[in-house]
């Protein structure tokens, strides 16, 4: 399974370093949140905090923006190394629309559900997105507790696409830890989030290595 870390959970005062230690233990995606204060209870951090990063790591970014009317911040979040920005399909009006822009910028497309929406709100845009991002979390904070039924999110998801023929990644973001990896990876999850599971450990490093390892 691939990982991306969500600096969240990071030292805001030397986020180069926890960075380089994330990119030593082989991370995939460092996972950006972006909180409004609106469309979730907590606010984060902008694009300023992202771009400060350009020239301390590769690592590509994958933005989750927990925001009203994304469509106004997207471009902000475009740069060389932005491969997914993820949108809420609660927070957009025109969904579609939305994802049309991020593509027309290059990047990839994402789209997340909160845990009280249904995977069946995303049956007229699974053709149209790279990537579904199930909420395992209600969003706003790090350090919450695995919600399972985003589980069965996932099962369904990953039989949709298989029986569809279509090719949209599925991530799942929130509470995910070592003792959970296992099953996240069987249900069919090719992205995992972890935030606090990555920064709150003592080696930092080695428990990216040791997340990324889960099968
Ligand atoms: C929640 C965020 C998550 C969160 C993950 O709103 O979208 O990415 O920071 O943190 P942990 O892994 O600590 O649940
Ligand atoms: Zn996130």
Redesign the pocket.
């Known amino acids: 399974m691939k990982l991306a870390p969500?600096i969240?959970?990071a030292d805001f005062s030397a986020l180069a370093d926890d960075v380089k230690k994330i990119e030593r233990g082989g991370a995939d995606y460092i996972?950006v949140?972006v909180?409004d204060g609106h469309f979730?209870p907590n606010i984060s951090f902008g694009a300023a905090v992202m771009k400060s990063l350009l020239g301390h790591t590769e690592i590509p970014f994958d933005v989750?923006l927990?925001i009203e009317n994304p469509d106004q911040y997207i471009d902000d979040f475009v740069t060389e190394q932005t491969a997914f920005i993820t949108v809420h399909q609660e927070a957009c009006r025109h969904l579609h629309r939305t994802l049309q822009h991020i593509r027309t910028k290059g990047v990839k497309t994402g789209v997340s559900i909160n845990p009280a929406t249904p995977v069946s709100a995303l049956s007229c845009i699974l053709e149209e997105t790279d990537m579904v991002l199930i909420?395992s979390?209600n969003?706003?904070?790090?350090?919450?507790k695995f919600i399972p039924s985003a589980l069965k999110k996932v099962r369904e998801l990953d039989q949709i696409r298989r029986e569809q023929n279509l090719h949209f990644l599925i991530e799942i973001?929130?509470?995910?830890n070592l003792e959970n990896a296992e099953e996240i990876a069987r249900a069919g999850t090719d992205i995992a989030?972890?935030?606090?599971?990555v920064f709150h450990a003592e080696n930092v490093e080695e428990r990216v290595w040791a997340l990324k390892a889960v099968k």
């Open positions: 969500s969240l959970s996972h949140d909180m979730v989750h927990m909420m979390v969003p706003g904070f790090g350090g919450q973001d929130g509470g995910v989030v972890a935030g606090s599971a």
